[in-house]
């Protein structure tokens, strides 16, 4: 890889290659051309240092930390549609993989052991692995859907 994205010692590092990997998925998914010598091999060496990187950068208190605003926002729906002060009956959010990789990390969903596994094609043998969000580009929006006509 580092010779077919021309990278020095300094920018082959795990942040880099994680910031690539969102590059060149979302470049595939809106059908811009890839470069000619990547191979289906460098795609999957860069999903596993992207979700292997993120999985570490996102656990434990920083995770905790950065989830936190979300999950007071999903309490106050929650709270909101129990206390049956609203007509409200369905609220849909979407969210960018920034949120949700510290989420999927907090809730033991998935952990660096899990994707380290799936990797190297080994048994899984954690509890939890699920693959974090692929396409990050996503926009964040909320949708309310009021049925008291």
């Known amino acids: 890889m580092k010779v077919v994205f021309n990278l020095t010692a300094l920018q082959a590092n795990l942040a880099s290659m994680s910031d690539l990997y969102e590059t060149l998925y979302s470049d595939q998914y809106l059908g811009r051309p890839l470069p000619k010598d990547y191979t289906d091999s460098?795609?999957?060496?860069?999903?596993?240092?992207?979700?292997?990187?993120?999985?570490?950068?996102?656990n434990g208190k920083f995770g905790s930390l950065i989830s936190t605003p979300?999950?007071?926002?999903?309490?106050?729906?929650?709270?909101?549609?129990?206390?049956?002060?609203?007509n409200k009956r369905l609220t849909f959010v979407s969210a960018h993989s920034n949120n949700l990789l510290p989420l999927l990390t907090i809730l033991n969903l998935t952990s660096a052991e899990?994707?380290?596994?799936?990797?190297?094609?080994?048994?899984?043998?954690?509890?939890?692995?699920?693959?974090?969000?692929?396409?990050?580009a996503n926009l964040a929006i909320e949708v309310s859907v009021d049925y008291s006509f």
């Open 114 to 136: 899990c994707i380290a596994q799936k990797w190297k094609g080994q048994p899984i043998t954690t509890l939890n692995c699920v693959d974090p969000p692929t396409f990050s």
């Open 70 to 86: 979300l999950i007071r926002y999903i309490k106050s729906k929650i709270l909101a549609q129990t206390s049956l002060s609203t």
């Open 42 to 58: 460098d795609a999957k060496n860069l999903r596993y240092i992207y979700e292997e990187y993120n999985t570490l950068v996102f």
